[in-house]
């Protein structure tokens, strides 16, 4: 079985630029997370959908930050414009039961 | 102070001794208690899940939570180099809207 696949692996772009980062989850699995994870610190949730509907995105910056999930399945998180600050690993994981996530290897962001 | 703590490491243990991590929370709405493993340039992968206070066992790991003190461990026999690694605790609970927090992860380096 296919896990959570991510793309791109790594990005590295100037400060002010867009960025998009794309996600599949593991078939069936209705609920999706982004995560971000500083250097040294444990991943923090950015949002989480249960199926289409956005349950949780009370931790994302909202003015820079925003993201889908079409049809219920792939996603997309996108950063625009992006600041110095957001240098991070974005990582999404899909779920069937609450905590027992499943993660892609993440997507490493340099913004210089 | 964050809900979940955790001591950075690293933790450096000789080949096949015993590794103990431990996790301190404030919330006591946590009921769902998970410890996962990350490798370097990788998402993080479920090791252990356990529900409320107790033990489990599952090959050379053991998770024990104690909820009367807010404080869970995770133990690591017969410790290998392949066990190098960051090891995250997580929790959540349906009180707690099923957000899954993260520690900030222990670095463990096994030496052969």
């Known amino acids: 079985e296919a896990g959570v696949v991510q793309s791109p692996r790594y990005k590295i772009i100037e400060k002010k630029q867009p960025v998009a980062f794309w996600c599949n989850p593991i078939s069936g699995h209705n609920t999706l997370y982004w995560y971000r994870q500083n250097l040294g610190q444990g991943p923090e949730l950015l949002i989480r959908?249960?199926?289409?509907?956005?349950?949780?995105d009370s931790q994302l910056p909202k003015d820079r930050f925003s993201a889908e999930r079409l049809k219920g399945v792939d996603s997309t998180l996108k950063i625009q414009p992006a600041e110095l600050g957001d240098s991070a690993v974005y990582l999404c994981a899909s779920s069937l039961h609450p905590g027992e996530l499943f993660f892609g290897e993440g997507s490493r962001l340099t913004v210089l | 102070q964050k809900e979940v703590e955790q001591d950075p490491g690293p933790l450096s243990v000789p080949e096949g001794a015993i590794v103990s991590l431990n996790c301190t929370y404030s919330n006591s709405a946590f009921q769902y208690f998970m410890w996962y493993r990350q490798y370097s340039r990788k998402g993080p992968e479920l090791l252990m899940y356990?529900?409320?206070?107790g033990n489990k066992e599952d090959g050379r790991f053991t998770a024990q939570v104690d909820k009367s003190s807010k404080y869970i461990s995770l133990f690591i026999r017969d410790s290998q180099p392949s066990d190098s690694a960051t090891y995250l605790c997580a929790m959540s609970g349906e009180a707690a809207g099923n957000k899954l927090t993260f520690g900030g992860g222990t670095r463990v380096l096994v030496k052969p």
């Open positions: 959908y249960e199926n289409e509907e956005a349950v949780d």
């Open positions: 356990t529900y409320s206070s």
